[in-house]
Nanobody, 114 residues
Framework: QVQLVESGGGLVQPGGSLRLSCAAS????????MSWYRQAPGKEREFLAF????????NYKDSVKGRFTISRDNAKNTVYLQINSLKPEDTAVYLC???????WGQGTQVTVSS
């Protein structure tokens, strides 16, 4: 069955960095574009970044451009989200999503606090 398993979240100080991973299984990963979203407490889920099947096509929510980088390794069936210069307002559950499958991972918590 389709599975998306995120990892790499945690507690980090403002200004720090994290690399989130999303390991995919149960489908031919290289055939599907992938996205990252996040959901903060009491807020709607918001789109962050998209990457095409080969990794050559990416786009980002305007407010995270320059700090967030999405990438993928099709040999490892994994999509990544590098987040730099973390801010307290980045605190949220970060989820990966396979748009054409309509399938979400369970998410990984990122907390930015001193």
């Amino acid at each position: 069955q389709v599975q998306l398993v995120e990892s790499g979240g945690g507690l980090v100080q403002p200004g720090g960095s994290l690399r989130l991973s999303c390991a995919a299984s149960g489908f031919t990963f290289s055939d599907y574009a992938m996205s990252w979203y996040r959901q903060a407490p009491g807020k709607e889920r918001e789109f962050l970044a998209f990457i095409g099947r080969t990794g050559g096509d990416t786009n980002y929510k305007d407010s995270v451009k320059g700090r967030f980088t999405i990438s993928r390794d099709n040999a490892k069936n994994t999509v990544y989200l590098q987040i730099n210069s973390l801010k307290p307002e980045d605190t949220a559950v970060y989820l990966c999503f396979a748009p054409l499958l309509g399938f979400w991972g369970q998410g990984t918590q990122v907390t930015v606090s001193s």
